[in-house]
């Protein structure tokens, strides 16, 4: 399997550290140290669908294939307005599509996960094309009269296409079943027969446990993802991490002891896209010209869970 094509669409709503001070009790000066966040773009005129479906035609596109040649469609999505049918369904129709497809939910991990699911099928011979769509709106979760968690995400989708190839070199998805450091709970219909009826909250987050979580297990991960595919830290030409703090990106580099310059970041621009970010990163570079044939990517997320995953790119 290897990446064929790419794609991303955000907001045009841009919303800067300074606008928030508007509302919250926060500043810029402690969301840039703390966060590396400057900017972030926010859903206000489009729906997600718009983003994903955006973000799948500009990775048809430059894979160069038309939607009738997709075998699979994978999205990655943590929530949406729609709990049914799943966003996969909805996007094969507007981007005039005929595979079948599914949903996932492995929170920021999402793409990871979703890689890992595609190399199974070409593996298994199920399908020859597949379309990954990574679409997240994280800020309609959050509590906006609250700084803890506003502050941190943004909205914005981001698609590749995968086809046949050995660019897929490894993986590793570990998980540590610890709901409290991070969750969304949302409220279901009142029916009249259950008993302890639980409302739903906005997302809810002890920061400080899931950043050091979020570093050491990463980092094992890397370690581990490294060894699965027989090559040294050294070896790697860019580590594309999930966007969540500049600072967990900076821990995970000091224990790997690897140059800044190998740890490309937009986080700056876009905050934390949940499962978006790491594909949005690479549509990046790769419209940069920063990425070559021969590169070695080495992918790291994290999430609630806790989940998180690694895998290795060889760029083709
Ligand atoms: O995809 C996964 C999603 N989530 C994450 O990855 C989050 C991981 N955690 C983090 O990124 C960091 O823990 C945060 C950015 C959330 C918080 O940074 P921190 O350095 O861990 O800050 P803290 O929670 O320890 O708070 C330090 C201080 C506190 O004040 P005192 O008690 O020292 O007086 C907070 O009340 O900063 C205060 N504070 C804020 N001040 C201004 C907390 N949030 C804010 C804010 N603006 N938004």
């Not at 595979?99 to 593996?123: E, H, R």
């Not at 009249?192 to 409302?199: C, G, I, S, T």
């Not at 990163?281 to 994290?302: K, V």
């Amino acid at each position: 399997m290897k990446i064929i094509g790419t794609g991303s669409a955000l907001p045009s709503l841009r919303v800067t550290n300074h606008d928030l001070e508007g509302f919250l009790d926060t500043s810029d000066e402690w969301i840039t140290e703390r966060t590396g966040i400057k900017e972030r773009r926010l859903l206000s005129t489009e729906t997600l669908y718009d983003l994903a479906e955006e973000a799948a035609k500009k990775a048809l596109q430059s894979a160069g294939i038309g939607p009738e040649q997709l075998d699979f469609i994978i999205c990655s999505n943590v929530a949406n307005r729609f709990i049914t049918p799943g966003m996969n369904c909805i996007l094969q129709g507007s981007i005039g599509a005929t595979c079948a497809g599914l949903d996932i939910n492995v929170a920021c991990a999402g793409f990871v996960n979703a890689m890992m699911l595609a190399d199974s099928m070409m593996q298994a011979g199920r399908a020859s094309h597949i379309l990954i769509v990574c679409a997240e709106e994280p800020t309609k979760y959050c509590n906006w009269d609250e700084r803890d968690t506003s502050i941190l995400f943004g909205d914005g989708a981001a698609a590749v296409v995968l086809g046949p190839g050995n660019g897929f070199k490894a993986v590793q998805m570990s998980m540590i079943s610890n709901k409290d450091v991070l969750y969304y709970e949302r409220c279901m219909e009142k029916t009249p027969f259950e008993k302890n009826r639980v409302e739903g909250q906005p997302l809810v987050m002890k920061g400080r446990e899931l950043f050091r979580v979020a570093v050491s297990q990463s980092a094992k991960d890397i370690k581990i993802v490294l060894e699965k595919a027989g090559i040294q830290p050294s070896d790697v030409t860019y580590y594309l991490m999930h966007q969540a703090n500049k600072r967990i990106i900076e821990g995970i580099r000091a224990i790997l002891n690897e140059p800044e310059e190998k740890f490309p970041t937009n986080i700056e621009n876009y905050g934390n896209t949940s499962s978006a970010s790491i594909p949005i990163l690479l549509d990046e570079m790769l419209h940069a010209n920063r990425i070559h044939a021969g590169d070695t990517l080495l992918m790291s997320a994290f999430g609630a869970g806790f989940v998180s995953a690694a895998c290795v790119l060889q760029w083709e």
